[in-house]
């Protein structure tokens, strides 16, 4: 019987590799993993948690503003991005700690370095070689844009959390939730926001009554959204500006360009064509339900598959993938229905479950309950910003098949709605429960009258 140094080697470190090694080596398996740019992958460091941390600045501007209505006299307001870059890598270095001792109070070892397959069993790292029973990839995505003349000026998300400066104006490319999300931040940052969309809609895989609501506030809190456009190319100027020509034949002035228009999954250099493992038309990762791919012993999840790309899919993808690896007998999948997500622009976007257009496909009857109000705390203040929450309901069974929500702390207030509609709630059950007296969110619970009915 052949011997291997490992039982498991993690080949990247971020949310799903850290917590496949860490379940591992506590439930006694041998197990390696290997990074080479950062613990905790894109979501610590260029993701989900710095993006959050600018999301929050950015929202003290407003909020100094609507002091006043509540007799708060904030004065002159100063911002330093020095300050909040340097706070913001400050806590990036502490979570990248955590991550390491989580890592080592686990037993994984950890491996600094870039890891190449050079045999199914065999990784390669630098100089070192490594054996282990079974390979697990979470190498995660990278940031792509098109290539164009003068694409060589722009930047991607990755760049963003590390400007030494904030531009006065920006063009962001793409109004998906990065671009929005970087264009609510920089807009509330004091920056000039231009937003250009290739189609005709923002946010397009979510639901339009929410890709409405979310173009119009954005657009009346100064973000300018462009849809049918697309930059044609870019070109630097004598004292570094730019100056980006559009399909339409203008040209816009701007000291920076930030392509938001997709990722990538980052398996370059891995040696997996070599090794016969099967990819995706886009260079995904092809698995099957327990993430293995047509190499036996290989395995793979997260970003780099290609599927739902978000960091708490994939700690729950490493979770079943874990527990599959020490019971084998009693294999279990994950279920993909129902998964909450957010969108932490201004306002913010929260969702789970269908659509209108996809539960109209699916489903005979449906009804759709909408509510568009003013809160409370805005009475007070010259802020115009209003928060819609709908819910789609199958008539035939009553249950509720998507909450979608656009106001303050929309992601917080949909996360609990999430745990309702895995439970299988229906619509009685949402009237029956009593909401809680002043909030946005008991509007969830009080829509009594459907707003349209689809037959």
């Given at each position: 019987?052949?011997?291997?140094?490992?039982d498991?080697?993690v080949?990247?470190?971020?949310?799903?590799?850290?917590?496949a090694?860490?379940?591992?080596?506590?439930?006694?398996?041998?197990?390696a993993?290997?990074e080479?740019?950062?613990?905790g992958?894109?979501c610590?460091?260029?993701?989900?948690?710095?993006?959050?941390?600018?999301?929050?600045?950015?929202?003290?501007?407003?909020e100094f503003?609507?002091?006043?209505?509540?007799?708060?006299?904030?004065?002159n307001?100063?911002?330093?991005?020095?300050?909040?870059?340097?706070?913001?890598?400050a806590?990036?270095?502490r979570?990248?700690?955590?991550?390491?001792?989580?890592?080592n109070?686990?037993?994984?070892t950890?491996?600094?370095?870039?890891?190449?397959?050079?045999?199914?069993?065999?990784?390669?790292?630098?100089?070192?070689q490594?054996?282990?029973?079974?390979?697990l990839?979470?190498?995660g995505?990278?940031?792509?844009?098109?290539?164009?003349?003068?694409s060589?000026?722009?930047?991607h998300?990755?760049?963003?959390f590390?400007?030494?400066?904030?531009?006065?104006?920006?063009?962001?490319?793409?109004?998906?939730?990065?671009?929005l999300?970087?264009?609510s931040i920089?807009?509330?940052?004091?920056?000039?926001?231009?937003?250009?969309?290739?189609?005709?809609?923002?946010?397009?895989?979510f639901?339009?009554?929410?890709?409405?609501?979310?173009?119009?506030?954005?657009?009346?809190?100064?973000?300018k959204?462009?849809?049918?456009?697309?930059?044609?190319?870019?070109k630097?100027?004598?004292?570094?500006?730019?100056?980006?020509s559009?399909?339409?034949?203008?040209?816009?002035?701007?000291?920076?360009?930030f392509?938001?228009?997709g990722?990538?999954?980052?398996?370059?250099g891995l040696?997996?064509?070599?090794?016969?493992?099967?990819?995706?038309?886009?260079g995904?990762?092809?698995?099957?339900?327990?993430?293995q791919?047509?190499v036996p012993?290989?395995?793979a999840?997260?970003?780099?598959?290609?599927?739902?790309?978000?960091?708490?899919?994939a700690?729950?993808?490493?979770?079943?993938?874990?527990?599959?690896?020490?019971?084998?007998?009693?294999?279990?999948?994950?279920?993909?229905?129902?998964?909450?997500t957010?969108?932490?622009?201004?306002?913010?976007?929260?969702?789970?479950?269908?659509?209108?257009?996809?539960?109209?496909?699916?489903?005979?009857q449906?009804?759709?309950f909408?509510?568009?109000?003013r809160?409370l705390?805005?009475?007070?203040?010259e802020?115009k910003?209003?928060?819609?929450?709908?819910?789609?309901?199958?008539?035939?069974?009553?249950?509720?098949?998507?909450?979608?929500m656009?106001?303050?702390e929309?992601?917080?207030?949909?996360?609990?709605i999430?745990?309702?509609?895995?439970?299988g709630?229906?619509?009685?059950d949402?009237?029956?429960?009593?909401?809680?007296?002043?909030t946005?969110?008991?509007?969830?619970?009080?829509m009594?009258?459907a707003t349209?009915?689809?037959?």
């Amino acid at each position: 019987m052949e011997e291997y140094q490992y039982d498991l080697c993690v080949i990247g470190a971020g949310s799903g590799g850290v917590r496949a090694a860490r379940m591992a080596a506590s439930q006694g398996l041998k197990v390696a993993i290997v990074e080479e740019r950062y613990l905790g992958g894109t979501c610590v460091n260029v993701g989900c948690v710095p993006k959050k941390l600018f999301v929050y600045a950015s929202a003290f501007l407003e909020e100094f503003h609507d002091a006043r209505g509540f007799g708060w006299e904030t004065g002159n307001a100063t911002f330093s991005w020095k300050t909040l870059k340097a706070n913001k890598d400050a806590e990036i270095s502490r979570l990248n700690g955590i991550y390491e001792k989580l890592l080592n109070n686990s037993g994984a070892t950890l491996i600094n370095g870039r890891a190449s397959l050079v045999g199914p069993h065999t990784i390669a790292v630098g100089d070192q070689q490594i054996s282990s029973k079974n390979v697990l990839i979470a190498t995660g995505s990278w940031p792509v844009s098109p290539n164009f003349p003068g694409s060589e000026h722009v930047v991607h998300s990755n760049e963003m959390f590390y400007l030494e400066s904030l531009p006065k104006r920006i063009v962001i490319v793409g109004a998906g939730y990065i671009g929005l999300e970087f264009a609510s931040i920089l807009n509330g940052l004091g920056v000039e926001v231009t937003v250009l969309q290739r189609s005709d809609r923002i946010l397009k895989a979510f639901d339009e009554d929410i890709q409405t609501q979310v173009l119009e506030q954005m657009r009346k809190k100064g973000v300018k959204i462009l849809l049918e456009t697309q930059i044609k190319e870019v070109k630097k100027q004598e004292d570094g500006s730019f100056c980006a020509s559009i399909n339409t034949g203008e040209e816009l002035a701007t000291d920076l360009i930030f392509f938001a228009t997709g990722r990538k999954p980052l398996i370059s250099g891995l040696g997996l064509e070599s090794l016969g493992v099967d990819l995706k038309p886009n260079g995904a990762i092809k698995v099957n339900q327990h993430y293995q791919t047509s190499v036996p012993n290989i395995y793979a999840l997260g970003d780099v598959t290609g599927n739902v790309q978000l960091t708490p899919v994939a700690t729950a993808e490493a979770m079943v993938y874990v527990h599959n690896l020490k019971n084998p007998g009693d294999l279990r999948t994950l279920d993909y229905e129902l998964i909450p997500t957010a969108v932490f622009s201004q306002p913010n976007v929260g969702t789970v479950g269908l659509t209108e257009t996809q539960a109209k496909e699916k489903y005979k009857q449906v009804d759709v309950f909408c509510s568009d109000f003013r809160t409370l705390k805005h009475t007070l203040t010259e802020n115009k910003e209003r928060t819609f929450m709908k819910l789609i309901v199958d008539r035939e069974s009553d249950r509720v098949l998507g909450a979608h929500m656009v106001g303050h702390e929309a992601g917080e207030i949909i996360q609990g709605i999430g745990v309702a509609l895995k439970a299988g709630a229906t619509k009685a059950d949402f009237d029956r429960t009593i909401g809680i007296h002043p909030t946005s969110a008991e509007e969830f619970v009080t829509m009594r009258q459907a707003t349209r009915s689809h037959r």
